[in-house]
């Protein structure tokens, strides 16, 4: 009988995606990663994993639960690069780096541990395997108000092929209809909605905090320089006031600006070297192409020729028809057929044929 691990946060995604992978058929362990600690996000009495709830849930389902603890790990490859993202002048999606490092990179390490031939997940996505080319594709979510196939461009052939998610094929409601048949302790538990690390939202006070805490580990990876005030200019280059921090502006943003003016500013870039936010009109956002790197592709190995496909640059904004080319061995570019609005540094660029998930990369 094959074992499945199931990364269970407490909540109800998770618990219901446990419980169907007993329906199954298949015996399976519950785990849950310890992340960080308060001392490093700044937010005391927070408890990052919900150990409690996904231990009552493993308790009603007759499984064995795992606290693992992934700090380190997870302080170097996720929190620290988001950090230092973000004091780039850059727009991190830091899902994407845990996704592939963390819960499918250290976590499905532990289910082998563990004599788990698969790690499950209460993601909206699926996967199945290309007869033809024997390689494993992902696909979103069959209902796309829930589908998070975004965050998991990253995920490597080796890692689609032990990975499960049980609840590609269902929407949330029904999930939560399930929780509640079931009996699930978490069936009523509220969805979360920020970054498991930035529970309130408000990650410029976890980057400030997290630089006076950890001066002497943070020393050679990220600098302050982003939180110092500087100068609004516009485009070309006339002062228009006073920021607070390049890490408190997005690319895009219009409101909070603090900006008399008959016309609206937008945020358009950052300028790191001189610690200036480049401020312009809603045209002065859009652009009709950009390049990547940090690439991954899922259908192919490689790019060989051209390819016209749809291309999503943030996570809640909808595709554009572009033709992309491979450009190197870690890059490629993306040239849209219509303008694209507010593109940020440090976002990623998604490869989308219909369904299926092509590949990605890091926006330049």
């Not at 499905?108 to 390689?135: F, M, P, S, V």
């Not at 192919?300 to 491979?326: N, S, W």
């Amino acid at each position: 009988m094959t074992t499945i691990l199931t990364a269970m946060s407490g909540g109800v995604d998770s618990s219901v995606a446990a419980w169907k992978i007993l329906q199954d058929g298949c015996e399976c362990q519950g785990a849950t990663m310890k992340l960080f600690v308060p001392e490093d996000i700044g937010y005391t009495g927070f408890t990052p994993a919900a150990v409690a709830d996904a231990q009552k849930v493993c308790q009603q389902l007759g499984i064995k639960h795992h606290t693992i603890e992934l700090i380190e790990e997870f302080r170097q490859l996720v929190l620290e690069r988001f950090i230092k993202t973000y004091l780039e002048g850059k727009t991190p999606n830091p899902c994407v780096f845990c996704n592939k490092t963390i819960k499918f990179g250290h976590l499905l390490q532990q289910a082998k541990q563990l004599n788990c031939e698969a790690l499950a997940t209460g993601h909206y996505a699926r996967i199945e395997k290309d007869t033809a080319t024997g390689r494993f594709l992902l696909r979103r979510a069959a209902y796309p108000e829930k589908d998070q196939s975004y965050v998991l461009y990253s995920l490597s052939q080796e890692q689609l092929s032990q990975v499960r998610f049980p609840l590609g094929n269902q929407t949330k409601s029904e999930t939560r209809r399930l929780a509640e048949q079931v009996g699930l302790a978490v069936a009523h538990k509220a969805e979360s909605q920020d970054l498991c690390f930035v529970p309130t939202g408000k990650y410029t006070e976890l980057i400030e905090h997290y630089l006076q805490h950890n001066t002497q580990k943070t020393a050679d990876t990220v600098s302050a320089a982003g939180i110092i005030p500087g100068d609004f200019v516009d485009t070309a280059g006339n002062v228009l006031g006073r920021h607070k921090g390049l890490v408190r502006y997005t690319i895009g943003q219009r409101k909070g600006l603090g900006i008399a003016a008959k016309a609206p500013y937008y945020v358009c870039s950052h300028n790191v070297a001189d610690n200036q936010i480049v401020l312009g009109s809603e045209k002065d956002l859009e652009t009709k192409s950009l390049t990547a790197h940090h690439i991954n592709f899922i259908a192919f190995e490689r790019l060989d020729v051209p390819l016209r496909c749809k291309v999503k640059v943030r996570y809640r904004q909808a595709e554009g028809e572009a033709l992309v080319e491979q450009t190197g061995i870690d890059s490629f570019r993306a040239d849209f057929v219509e303008p694209q609005t507010a593109i940020a540094r440090g976002q990623s660029a998604v490869l989308y044929d219909g369904d299926y998930i092509l590949g990605g990369g890091i926006i330049d």
